[in-house]
């Protein structure tokens, strides 16, 4: 069902150096399946990470962001449970996952980040993952990024992996990463992971800098309200097994290259969104703030109706009108306000534009992937936001999730 | 599909004395369905109203706000069209609308208040309305609620009535009103329409008060970000041929009431709710206010995933602690949450409950009507919202809307 989303093909995936990965199947949720992913970074790796500002946040999320602040040399992530709403009990089990890691890389239970994706307010296996750990520390190898991205699966039904190539001023550089996300109609109610790496040498303070910006243009572009589900995170590692990022320059070309791999990740998590048969961008053009621009993309990406819409490719346009209005930008004047839809102009001035043939937007519509591009006329700043459509197979994943 | 919705009993409705309702089969969107309504008033009748925020407000609601100001004398309504997102071309229509009902009833335009409710951004069809006109103004009954609630119906199922007697000191007074809501799962984004009458002789200035105070606890209760909608608009007459409202206690006896057929008529939009099969009350206790209780409520009832959970009865029930978590109440404290289903305590202090049984809310979850309750221990204060699930039918009826 996934929207011009083929499987990433392994040998395009570079591997990093300093980063190896390995996966196991511990049997967390159903038997069977890849469901446990171990990372292992090489010493003097930096990393930086973006989370969850949801207040129910799982306790992995609260331990990743705690040993952050150490010279992590460990991932784990699991599917299959979440350890959220599991109040101190959870905070402990995660811990308890860290330790076993730690024991068998060699490092301590502060220096490992966990991750995990599934069921909310289910205690987390631990028995389980533990007796998975040492089939993946047994298999960690540089180029198993394939495999990595499918055991952070959850309903994905492709994996999601990128990798370019970066020449910098020392020399080539790599940036390969992986995401997973239920690919809700709305993330910020789902397990979003990413995880990027590269082998470039940054300070930590940079890599930080870099993460969040990138957060912002690519993760944060598919997520309301902020990064807001329990488990959402988004991780930058830079194992500095390789050349330098010495100049301003060569941290804008790294940073510009993450940008593009988190990017086209972000857009796989929504084309393989829950029962998509669309993929949309939404560009709102010409406002005051880039904030006014994403508030008013925001409440089209998320109206119902305008998503049913999208789906029966039915040009019932007035419902991204009602969207926009109700954004709530108190001052916008909606006699400012033109609409296109691909390139058809559809609202001129806030009404229909004399000229506009609904034919062609309904031709636009029947494509798997068009744009929704809003011009407000009132600024110079913008915003571009990825969504999908609503069907009835949405209805359906989320009704028979745990059965 | 309809919960718990039987359609009024014409016999229950009472008349409204100084109130006159008559319909016409006007051929707006599809022919052989009553879609206009015109309402006659009593000279001395008084009318107050809210109406949405929507920016993007229809032609009728920015005219119908205008005529407020006058003695109003009628109410014109059609379904099929909504007359917004049109311009200024939208307001000469609904004006011209207006202007051939007031030379037809002996008033002005302006003391004519117009209303519309169907697809948005499509000219207003006014020669269908005014050829229409006659016929609803020759059949203007006091004893015609019934068919009034029939006439403004668009995707509802079932007509929505109410109607209720009250003891003034002055003697017993009536109070009936009708609504429809397309019966969006967040109606923001739909056209609701509410009226509600009075034979109560009452100043403007009372009324106005008692709209604004029913509103809150009724129509805005089912609505997301106070009344956004292009359309949404609530009226509220009392004719003044009747029993006065004299002491203080009289008013609030009348506000009661009104408020009570209110409700009923708010709840009967989310029971008709597009596909829904649960009505669900979502209370929201011991808050700091009733505005974060309401914020949190919306969240829990306007998530998709909480509502697809309802839909099929599955107690996946961390999906409610993931709304309350994103609900954007920055420092709340989720180690002080409770959560009831019904009687049923699923999660206590922030995680679940150690002797909560997945069965016991399974069992409330199969029933057409719960409610969620979630406490948050942290205040007095307190918000009840009613939502539904979210079903394939949601889809199919808002991706067919138009076809």
Not at 109 to 132: C, D, H, K, N, Y
Not at 267 to 276: T, V
Not at 301 to 323: E, Y
Request: hydrophobic residues 45%; contains cysteine; charged residues 25%.
């Amino acid at each position: 069902m996934a929207v011009n989303l083929p499987p990433p093909d392994p040998a395009l995936l570079y591997p990093v150096p300093g980063v190896e990965l390995g996966i196991a199947t511990a049997g967390i949720k159903k038997p069977g399946r890849k469901d446990l992913l171990v990372v292992r970074l090489a010493p003097g790796a930096v990393a930086a990470g973006v989370f969850t500002r949801n207040r129910f946040c799982a306790a992995p999320v609260v331990l990743a962001r705690k040993h952050l602040k150490n010279p992590v040399r460990a991932l784990v992530v699991n599917t299959g449970n979440a350890n959220a709403g599991t109040g101190k009990d959870g905070l402990a089990r995660a811990l308890r996952v860290c330790a076993s890691l730690a024991e068998r890389l060699d490092c301590k239970p502060q220096q490992v980040l966990p991750f995990s994706t599934g069921v909310i307010m289910e205690p987390l296996p631990v028995e389980r993952i533990v007796a998975g750990l040492p089939a993946a520390v047994a298999g960690l190898r540089e180029d198993n990024w394939a495999s990595a991205a499918q055991a952070i699966m959850t309903t994905d039904t492709v994996p999601k992996a990128c990798s370019r190539k970066v020449k910098l001023s020392g020399g080539e550089a790599v940036v390969t990463g992986i995401a997973k996300g239920a690919g809700m109609i709305r993330p910020d109610m789902a397990t979003m992971l990413g995880f990027v790496a590269t082998d470039v040498k940054i300070a930590g303070g940079a890599l930080k800098r870099i993460v969040k910006k990138v957060a912002d243009q690519s993760f944060n572009c598919v997520t309301v309200d902020g990064d807001t589900s329990t488990n959402d995170s988004f991780l930058l590692i830079a194992s500095g097994t390789g050349v330098e990022a010495r100049s301003d320059n060569d941290r804008k070309m790294l940073e510009q290259t993450i940008l593009e791999v988190s990017q086209r990740l972000a857009q796989a998590i929504i084309r393989d969104g829950e029962g998509a048969t669309k993929f949309v961008t939404v560009r709102v053009e010409r406002g005051r703030s880039a904030a006014e621009c994403r508030k008013i993309g925001y409440a089209i990406a998320h109206s119902p109706l305008v998503k049913t819409a999208f789906f029966a490719s039915d040009p019932n346009l007035g419902r991204i009108l009602a969207a926009i209005g109700y954004a709530g930008i108190k001052d916008l004047k909606t006699e400012k306000i033109d609409l296109y839809l691909d390139d058809v102009l559809v609202v001129r001035k806030g009404g229909r534009n004399p000229s506009y043939l609904e034919t062609a937007a309904l031709a636009a519509m029947k494509k798997p992937e068009f744009a929704v591009r809003v011009i407000l006329n009132r600024g110079q700043s913008a915003a571009t936001l990825w969504t999908c459509d609503l069907s009835y197979d949405y209805v359906k994943i989320n009704a028979e999730y745990r059965t």
